[in-house]
């Protein structure tokens, strides 16, 4: 599986859009770009995933650059509840691999 | 359509004690994966299952560790004589049957495993 890699940190304000960058240089053809969070402790929560095209969900957009090397998750009007831990992960097998991801604060 | 569910959600066990964990994925899901998250670290891969058979265990400790999902019930995972490093938090997740690479998973809360 491709390796990413993500800010460790970022802060955004409440209300403004949140843009969470991932860079997956060594990507492959048949991998799939996938983004969970974590909040808390909890159990990570799917986000949204892609292969080559834009996505967008009830949850955020996700935009993948024409190369695929990279990608950006974009949460539209980000909330407090949105502070959590987001991992970019890439995927051609079943397993998820987990980098350290980006904590991402939303401030008030 | 309930989430996956784990229980325990906290297990507290003394070091030479045996630990099962259990998993019952989301209704129609046939695949179940097992992640630990150690303090303070990121969540690693353990093993991947289908109905009665182990597909991928390269994350499970050699010695210690098993994994089943049988035909019916839950999937178990089982950690025999549980040493101080075992404590950690336990996500099991499932996915339906696999379509094109990869699929998304849904994650249970996870049991925190505290071994004294």
């Known amino acids: 599986d491709a390796k990413t890699t993500q800010p460790p940190s970022m802060d955004c304000a409440e209300g403004r859009a949140a843009n969470l960058p991932c860079n997956h240089s060594t990507i492959s053809g048949n991998e799939y770009v996938y983004w969970y969070r974590q909040i808390h402790s909890q159990g990570p929560q799917y986000i949204i995933h892609g292969l080559k095209n834009n996505e967008t969900n009830e949850m955020a957009s996700l935009i993948i650059t024409e190369d695929r090397k990279s990608s950006t998750l974009i949460l539209p009007h980000a909330t407090l509840r949105d502070t959590a831990v987001y991992y970019c992960i890439v995927i051609g097998a079943q397993k998820l691999v987990f980098g350290q991801g980006t904590r991402l604060t939303i401030n008030p | 359509n309930a989430g996956v569910m784990q229980n325990p959600r906290h297990l507290v066990r003394r070091r030479g004690q045996e630990a099962r964990l259990r998993c019952s994925p989301m209704k129609g899901h046939s695949h179940v994966y097992w992640y630990r998250q150690l303090p303070e670290e990121g969540l690693k891969f353990m093993v991947y299952l289908q109905k009665e058979n182990i597909i991928d265990e390269s994350g499970m400790p050699k010695e210690r560790f098993s994994a089943e999902f049988p035909k019916e019930g839950p999937s178990i995972l089982r950690i025999q004589q549980v040493v101080r490093g075992d404590s950690a938090a336990y996500f099991c997740?499932?996915?339906?049957?696999?379509?094109?690479?990869?699929?998304?998973?849904?994650f249970g809360p996870g049991t925190r495993l505290t071994v004294l």
């Open positions: 997740a499932s996915s339906p049957p696999m379509g094109a690479y990869g699929n998304e998973q849904f």
